[in-house]
């Protein structure tokens, strides 16, 4: 593809610093950035994102890392001293998104609150991401990801009846307040420039993002006082979807939908459960889930998950494996819809990573830049801020920058 075959992207002079670390401030500038967001990423001189050392490394950094920070510049500054916060409130003057994530008030005692940093720039739009939010008796708290999974109601339903609750594996609750975070963005930026309004706060919870995602949980207890129970891998008021066990693994069938379920029933030989007059509704089939539970599990033990997966196919049936990463590397459909890339690092080696989402038509996200070095980026930014030579080398002198 030519240079001017190059679609255009969505966010393209749009700037954004990040003081966030680790997982749901870096990850809403990760989003920004694939979109065309010129994301400058502030780091503490030194060690920098506590992420550059998280799970498994290659060459001393964390490959997490280098999908995580792609596409953004880095800039070693020193936050806790006058100076940097002096070069902090430059860069915010400059830009039209500030994304953080440290405890409530953190910013306020280097003096980069919002009432100061609005002042400099009226335009700004400050995503603030936090375990509990900007306000509230829990705001001074400490929150990690796996606390807002507790509070929002996700922690209790996963794992097995009378178990343990198990955590889901990632970090979702931190994912989940990025993509709040950013939904948030958008929203502020369009109003700013469509409405002609200033810019504005987006205070994003951790705890509020799980909470959202919910589904019917509250409205269940306020009518019914019910309390949702963790329930393994089926959906409790939805039938039948479970995982099946089959003779070399498990295989998910979603067969809920009235005319699904009694293509699934005569694909397994249940003709009599495909006709009961009782089963043609969700209402009938979630009083006897026991038994068509059974009856399909049955039906899959003798069977290995490919001649399950196979038969409902044929049967226009939803399902599917539990895949592992091994199964996601290998499986076609990633590859021919993009979702598996090759990115080169800054040091030449090259690794796997997850493709760009959402994917748009016109304007779509793309990988652009490898992740940065630890303020690989400090000098050509501070000069586009206005700062000669003589002053950025005063300032590394100071401590100041990495």
Not at 128 to 157: C, H, K, N, W
Not at 249 to 265: Q, V
Request: hydrophobic share 45%.
């Amino acid at each position: 593809m030519t240079a001017a075959a190059v679609p255009p992207l969505a966010l393209a002079g749009v700037r954004v610093v990040e003081m966030g670390q680790l997982i749901a401030g870096p990850f809403a500038g990760k989003m920004l950035a694939e979109f065309g967001a010129d994301v400058i990423k502030v780091e503490p001189p030194g060690e920098g994102d506590p992420l550059r050392k998280w799970r498994l490394l290659k060459d001393g950094t964390s490959v997490w890392w280098q999908v995580q920070s792609r596409n953004k510049r880095s800039i070693a500054l020193d936050l806790r001293s006058a100076e940097g916060q002096d070069v902090a409130r430059r860069l915010v003057a400059e830009a039209d998104v500030l994304i953080e994530n440290f405890r409530p008030g953190t910013l306020e005692g280097w003096g980069l609150g919002w009432e100061q940093l609005s002042a400099l720039n009226p335009g700004l739009v400050m995503l603030r991401i936090s375990g509990y939010g900007q306000t509230g008796p829990y705001r001074d708290q400490p929150g990690f990801g796996v606390i807002g999974e507790a509070m929002g109601g996700l922690r209790y339903l996963t794992g097995e009846p009378g178990r343990v609750p198990v955590r889901v594996g990632v970090s979702i609750g931190d994912t989940l307040a990025a993509l709040h975070g950013v939904i948030g963005v958008l929203l502020a930026l369009y109003h700013r420039k469509v409405n002609g309004g200033a810019g504005q706060v987006i205070d994003v919870a951790l705890y509020e993002s799980v909470f959202n995602v919910m589904e019917s949980l509250i409205p269940e207890y306020s009518v019914f006082g019910v309390v949702r129970e963790p329930s393994g891998s089926s959906m409790p008021g939805i039938a039948p979807t479970n995982a099946y066990r089959c003779r070399d693994g498990y295989a998910l069938i979603a067969g809920n939908g009235d005319s699904i379920f009694k293509r699934l029933m005569e694909a397994i030989g249940r003709k009599d459960l495909a006709d009961a007059p009782d089963l043609a509704n969700n209402v009938g089939r979630v009083a006897r889930v026991a038994e068509i539970d059974t009856a399909i599990e049955a039906w899959t033990s003798t069977r290995s998950v490919a001649e399950v997966l196979a038969a409902m196919a044929a049967a226009r049936v939803p399902a599917g494996r539990v895949y592992t990463a091994k199964d996601i590397a290998e499986d076609p459909h990633y590859r021919a819809r993009d979702m598996i890339l090759t990115q080169v690092t800054r040091d030449g080696w090259s690794l796997e990573v997850p493709g760009v989402v959402p994917k748009l038509s016109a304007t779509p996200g793309r990988l652009r830049t490898a992740a940065p070095r630890l303020g690989e980026d400090t000098d050509a930014v501070l000069r586009e801020l206005g700062f000669d030579d003589a002053a950025i080398a005063a300032l590394r002198a100071k401590g100041v920058l990495g």
